[in-house]
């Protein structure tokens, strides 16, 4: 092998990429190694990274893997400034929409200090405008795409309660919904499980579907499947990203056929409260977080008959913040901080609240200390984050 050539887990290792996403864009004729080894194994050329490049920048533009093959061979049956345009109309309409929300705060403002009663037909457009644009930015995953699985994995910790729980559903057919990149698919497909991964996100579900995967755009709130239609649903760390949280779990429980499973890994208002010591930190996210994120008899209220039991974190590999929180010394690791919304949001928001956050809890460290003292009988009581499990009927 020459000192230009690299094998597949080298290419892995410096792209970020995984080997099975490798291996998918060979099936599909994207990216077909020049060569191989005399073993048989892939081995890559500098003209084979330099693929991967245009590969990846494709991506960021909004590509389907399909549409960035034809591309790049040159064999677009789409024109390529349909799609261009495409992707312009919706940047224009995203920027249209936070001038029209901008436009009518100041109006409503400029009104306020003149000490005028606001018009009702005004308010309620300036929530609905809200709404719009905050949902956009709740779902926009497209930047963390790129590297979420650079540090973002299924966790046993939630994986095997999970399998426990729906290995009971009648069939073998799961929809996995809110599952981005599809990590957790990756490992309930590997268990024999008929995974199709449900997802707003465009670049998550294109990083899903570049690991082999079926993948499906569609809005947890609105699922396009017919009542009855699958075995078991999963939920992992995405209920606090929909508008409505109960909408969400009544349309996971729609599609439900009778005896199918729902398992939902969610941190709850309690947790926030009790357990997840990083609000501490960091108290401006408390104040962002807290209305996303229901009560534990909430969600037994959402669906009688379900129940909710605590789950702890015993490894890294989910990387969310509860694990992190778990494990504090990590969260001072940039890299597996900077995979989760919480950070990013608070990077974006309040960076001096982060730096500040961040310095305490280095301090803490140093001295020996641990905020998970602090929360340490709360934590035995409400883990470190809730799974919901219900069974369709068992409301019945």
């Known amino acids: 092998m020459t000192q230009e050539s690299l094998t597949i887990g080298e290419v892995a290792?410096?792209?970020?990429?995984?080997?099975?996403t490798l291996h998918h864009y060979d099936h599909l004729g994207l990216l077909v190694p020049r060569r191989r080894a005399d073993s048989g194994h892939r081995v890559y050329a500098a003209s084979d990274i330099e693929r991967i490049y245009r590969i990846q920048a494709l991506s960021q533009l909004g590509f389907a893997l399909k549409d960035a093959r034809a591309l790049l061979d040159g064999e677009l049956e789409r024109p390529l400034i349909e799609m261009v345009e495409a992707q312009l109309r919706k940047v224009r309409a995203d920027i249209d929409g936070g001038i029209r929300l901008m436009k009518?705060?100041?109006?409503?403002?400029?009104?306020?200090?003149?000490?005028?009663?606001?018009q009702r037909s005004d308010l309620l457009s300036i929530i609905a405008e809200t709404s719009k644009l905050q949902s956009n930015l709740r779902h926009d995953y497209s930047r963390q795409a790129d590297r979420y699985d650079v540090s973002r994995g299924a966790s046993p910790s939630i994986l095997e309660p999970i399998l426990e729980c729906v290995?009971?559903?009648?069939g073998r057919v799961l929809l996995d919904v809110g599952g981005g990149t599809g990590n957790y698919a990756v490992a309930l497909?590997?268990?024999?499980?008929?995974?199709?991964?449900?997802?707003?996100?465009?670049?998550?579900?294109?990083?899903?579907?570049?690991?082999?995967?079926?993948?499906?755009?569609?809005?947890?709130?609105?699922?396009?499947?017919?009542?009855?239609?699958?075995?078991?649903?999963?939920?992992?760390?995405?209920?606090?990203?929909?508008?409505?949280?109960?909408?969400?779990?009544?349309?996971a429980a729609r599609v439900l056929r009778p005896g199918g499973v729902l398992a939902v890994m969610v941190l709850t208002s309690e947790h926030l409260e009790n357990v997840t010591w990083a609000f501490d930190l960091f108290p401006s996210m408390r104040e962002f977080a807290h209305p996303r994120r229901p009560s534990i008899a909430g969600l037994r209220a959402a669906l009688p008959g379900g129940r909710v039991q605590p789950l702890w974190f015993t490894d890294l590999k989910d990387a969310s913040i509860a694990a992190l929180c778990a494990q504090p010394h990590a969260m001072l690791d940039e890299r597996?901080?900077?995979?989760?919304?919480?950070?990013?949001?608070?990077?974006?928001?309040?960076?001096?609240e982060l730096a500040k956050g961040l310095r305490s809890l280095r301090d803490m460290l140093d001295n020996g200390d641990s905020p998970l003292e602090s929360v340490?009988?709360?934590?035995?009581?409400?883990?470190?984050?809730?799974?919901?499990?219900?069974?369709?009927?068992?409301?019945?």
Do not use: I, Y
């Open 167 to 170: 290995d009971t559903a009648p």
């Open 104 to 118: 009518s705060l100041e109006t409503l403002g400029e009104a306020l200090r003149r000490d005028e009663q606001p």
């Open 13 to 20: 290792k410096a792209t970020g990429l995984t080997v099975r």
């Open 189 to 251: 497909e590997e268990r024999g499980w008929d995974v199709t991964v449900v997802d707003v996100s465009p670049h998550m579900l294109q990083r899903a579907e570049a690991k082999g995967l079926t993948v499906l755009a569609a809005d947890a709130c609105a699922l396009p499947h017919v009542d009855g239609g699958v075995d078991a649903v999963t939920m992992v760390s995405m209920l606090h990203q929909v508008e409505d949280w109960q909408k969400a779990l009544h349309e």
């Open 336 to 352: 597996l901080r900077r995979q989760t919304s919480f950070f990013e949001r608070l990077e974006r928001d309040n960076p001096a």
């Open 376 to 396: 340490e009988d709360a934590r035995r009581v409400w883990g470190d984050a809730s799974l919901l499990l219900w069974r369709a009927g068992d409301n019945a």
